[in-house]
């Protein structure tokens, strides 16, 4: 390979991870700023109480960025999210053990991602179409079957999984970094996880490549309908009581997050490292405010905005990267 096609497909590298570095930095200078305005932002209370409420997001994040990858989006997580949330209370006032009651909750988030994964992927159906019909769907029909109330009287065990609010807080945090580094690991080592990258950089050219492109969009509805199913356990157990109305609003975080950290809203290009850094940035963004004395109803503002500038420059760097292609190939 000649010297300066090197040097490009170097730059090219650098450029698929500049949103990452840009998200770090920009995370950085939020909490350079923060600390000099409200030092006490950095308490080990409020940091651990903002690592805990952010597990959940993340873990449903990670879904969503498999899901975004594949070109596909899923704006019915938030109503997945408090279905798993209920039936988790539900079934552990019944008795199931905690480990059996982690792999029903994945299995009925799983059910609930299948129920989108087929009318997307087997009917053809636009998926912002279908999410907002199952979004609006499970959420009035939970709302119809708990008539509100919330699930009360869970059992002693139950919360923090039964190991004291030390050992459990941990175990949240050990959780979710496994499942980010297991799938992170396997969106790069594993067959499917390129598949799925090649779904969403290029349906017909994964199908001539073998790839069976509506299998690969089912498959990412499910494991991101399962992963939303244990966020929901994840985020009930840290509570006496679990409301019937949880997640509202949960999918614009996990989507927030996952476009801000570099993931291309059109499929095709992403990371799971990205992901962790959006978590972060935008959990921070809303700790921060209360920390600084602004109304936190400019959260979801903020939020708004951050993720139009995330779409905009990833249309930049889209085509900042279709130049740098067409160099590689012209030296070549």
Known sequence: MKPNRNFELRAHTLTQHRREWSVAAASGLLL??????????????????????????????????????????????????????????????????IPLLALAVAVIGGLMGALNGVLVARFGIPAIVVTLATMISLRDGLRWATEGTWVQNLPEDFQWFGLGQGFGQMGLVLVAVALLVLFAWGMRNVAIGRAIYATGSDREAARLCGINPSAIVFFVFVVGGGLTGLAGLLNSVRFYDIQSNAGVGLEMKAIAAVVVGGTSINGGRGTLVGTLLGVALLGTIGTALTFLGISPFWEKAIQGAIILVAVVLDVAIGKTGERGEGLLVRHS
């Open 32 to 97: 350079f700023l923060v600390g000099i305005l409200a030092p006490a932002f950095f308490s080990l209370a409020n940091l651990r109480d903002l690592v805990l409420s952010n597990v959940p997001v993340l873990v449903v994040a990670i879904g969503m960025t498999l899901i975004i990858i594949a070109g596909q989006i899923d704006i019915s997580v938030g109503s997945q999210f408090a279905i798993a949330s209920v039936m988790a209370g539900v079934l552990a006032k019944m008795g199931l053990p």
